[in-house]
């Protein structure tokens, strides 16, 4: 996904503090494999290529463009789900681009993906405070404090908590959006 000429560097934050979210170069580069004793690299596939993009604490940025273009690739380095090719990705000042399951393990309590298709990432199987609750019990918080929680997410989302023992499908898709940011 390219956009014309990367900048040299990010427009900086406008708060004067870090950025949220800083991407320098981003390359992503996936291997295409030949032979089946002894595999070589033949080829790759170029998925993302010297992406830039800086965001601000309570700014929002829309990746926008054609399907296969690397939206979810981006987001996925980001995140620290695949590995980047080259480049950096920085998360609250704290360069992550090589960072560990160990030190991803906080700073995931603080990031979230938030899909285009809200149905497929909510189990139709779960209730929606069991759905929301689930990353709560991850995290380390109290048994007894897990429903009290979910009902405060339901509300700062602009859903009831009376909604917490509903399925997903009983939920319009901009709802089932709002409990996806919410988990």
């Not at 926008?64 to 690739?73: A, R």
């Not at 429903?147 to 700062?156: A, D, H, Y």
């Amino acid at each position: 996904m390219t956009a014309g000429p990367a900048p040299e560097h990010a427009p900086a934050a406008t708060n004067g503090d870090a950025p949220l979210i800083e991407v320098q170069h981003l390359k992503i580069y996936f291997p295409i494999k030949q032979g089946i004793v002894v595999e070589r690299e033949v080829a790759r596939v170029h998925a993302v290529n010297d992406v830039t993009l800086c965001i601000a604490e309570g700014e929002t940025l829309g990746l926008v463009g054609e399907s296969g273009c690397g939206k979810t690739t981006i987001s996925r380095a980001i995140m620290r789900l695949i590995d980047a090719t080259d480049g950096t990705i920085s998360f609250r000042g704290q360069d992550v681009t090589k960072a560990g399951r160990r030190h991803m393990e906080p700073l995931r309590r603080e990031m979230q993906m938030v899909f285009q298709d809200p149905f497929a990432s909510l189990n139709p199987r779960k209730r929606v405070g069991q759905i929301i609750g689930m990353p709560l019990r991850l995290h380390g918080t109290e048994r007894g404090q897990v429903e009290g929680r979910v009902g405060e997410l339901l509300k700062r989302v602009g859903l009831s908590p009376e909604h917490i023992n509903r399925y997903p499908h009983e939920f319009s898709g901009g709802q089932r959006q709002r409990i996806g940011v919410a988990r």
